[in-house]
């Protein structure tokens, strides 16, 4: 497994921007496509986004689409999270995680796929 560690996330107001990060360090980073899920209280962890190993295929959630952007640093062994236009119901802890098969060309959108996980960030988006 590899270990992760998120980072970036804080209190911010509706339309603001924050970019959360996420340093991986153990297993080889760049052999896995990594997501980012999030989980809001009273709710059940839902998908954000994904990106698969080289960067060269992506996908997002319909809630997230436009707004937020993945990418990923091989060589800093960290993937990010750029989040613009944040809404009040953006509000949750958000989680980084890699995708338990290496060199997987399509990403993954459901938890199962995902074998390590971070210990979360909260963002809290204000009105």
């Known amino acids: 497994q590899v270990q992760l560690v998120e980072s970036g996330g804080g209190l911010v107001q509706a339309g603001d921007s924050l970019r959360l990060s996420c340093a991986a360090s153990?297993?080889?980073?760049?052999?896995?496509?990594m997501g980012w899920f999030r989980q809001a209280p009273g709710k059940e962890r839902e998908f954000v986004a994904a990106?698969?190993?080289?960067?060269?295929?992506?996908y997002y959630a319909d809630s997230v689409k436009g707004r937020f952007a993945i990418s990923r640093d091989n060589a800093k062994n960290t993937v990010y999270l750029q989040m613009n236009s944040l809404k009040p119901e953006d509000t949750a802890v958000y989680y980084c995680?890699?995708?338990?098969?290496?060199?997987?060309?399509?990403?993954?959108?459901?938890?199962?796929?995902?074998?390590?996980w971070g210990q979360g960030t909260q963002v809290t988006v204000s009105s």
């Open positions: 995680a890699a995708d338990s098969t290496e060199y997987r060309w399509n990403v993954r959108n459901t938890i199962r796929e995902y074998d390590s």
């Open positions: 990106i698969n190993w080289n960067a060269r295929s992506t």
């Open positions: 153990g297993r080889t980073f760049s052999r896995n496509g």
